[in-house]
């Protein structure tokens, strides 16, 4: 079965680790348990403190550990330069980050701010273009891009707001991305997960009866979990995959499908 995935010792970069609830840890586990070499980037020195210690417990070997802003293009190419420099060839890149000021995801919709806006834009849809770019030049033997979206992105989900319109513009990146990168072999898709318990959920007030909704109404009755995500995210990254590009995949108990 690992042969049929052609992972073992590829070269995969992970970004946006920060803690062990984290769907960008459950990714990790499942591509490091069939071989893969795994680079991390993370932005605040408190995630790369919770990383360091997340991979020692877990006796993971990371390939490398790289400080990396999305919200700032040379950040972006010192990190792959470094990454590239290290490793030589990137196979893959998960994309796991998104971020909007607190005050945009409180209060109505339509007191969005105009820098509250573009902010979000910057950092969860941006951030994708500017690290494919510089992700492209090492993934010489072509590869798979992989971002994280969410169903605020095709539908209102009240409480979603401007990280909606932010996912929106992730899920067409990703469109446009696949156009640009497929004559290179590099496939780019987004995996729209359902509602997970990590850090991006915490203070949400509602995120218990959105967890219960897909609990009672999604048709295989349960919520997904990062491990569900990880696995997904594998299967994308493999081989088995390598027929899709520029595609939205939910992993969300099938919820999306229901009225
Ligand atoms: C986030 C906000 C509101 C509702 C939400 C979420 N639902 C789900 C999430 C229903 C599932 C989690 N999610 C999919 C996200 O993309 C989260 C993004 C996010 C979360 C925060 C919280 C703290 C903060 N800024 C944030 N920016 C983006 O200050």
Not at 31 to 37: D, S, T
Not at 72 to 79: H, L, R, T, V
Not at 141 to 153: F, Q, T, V
Request: one cysteine or more.
């Amino acid at each position: 079965m690992t042969d049929l995935l052609q992972l073992k010792d590829k070269t995969i970069v992970i970004m946006g680790i920060a803690n062990e609830r984290s769907i960008g840890w459950g990714v990790a586990q499942s591509l490091y348990k069939v071989g893969a070499k795994l680079v991390f980037t993370y932005r605040q020195e408190r995630s790369q403190k919770k990383l360091l210690k997340l991979l020692e417990k877990n006796e993971f070997e990371a390939e490398l550990v790289v400080e990396c802003d999305v919200n700032n293009d040379e950040s972006i190419s010192n990190a792959f330069k470094q990454i590239g420099e290290k490793v030589g060839t990137i196979h893959g890149v998960v994309h796991s980050i998104a971020f909007a000021h607190a005050a945009d995801l409180k209060g109505d919709f339509i007191n969005t701010s105009r820098e509250g806006y573009a902010f979000a834009q910057d950092t969860s849809a941006y951030s994708l273009i500017a690290v494919a770019r510089e992700a492209k030049p090492y993934m010489t033997e072509g590869g798979s891009i992989i971002g994280m979206s969410y169903l605020g992105a095709q539908r209102v989900i009240p409480e979603y707001k401007v990280m909606g319109i932010a996912k929106s513009a992730l899920e067409t990146t990703v469109k446009y991305l696949a156009s640009d990168l497929g004559p290179d072999n590099i496939r780019v898709n987004a995996i729209s997960a359902g509602p997970i318990r990590t850090l991006a959920a915490k203070g949400i007030p509602s995120f218990n009866d959105i967890l219960n909704e897909v609990k009672e109404t999604a048709p295989l009755r349960r919520n997904v979990t990062q491990e569900d995500v990880g696995d997904m995210t594998l299967a994308m990254m493999s081989h088995l995959s390598r027929g899709v590009t520029g595609e939205i995949i939910y992993v969300d108990s099938g919820y999306n499908i229901m009225a």
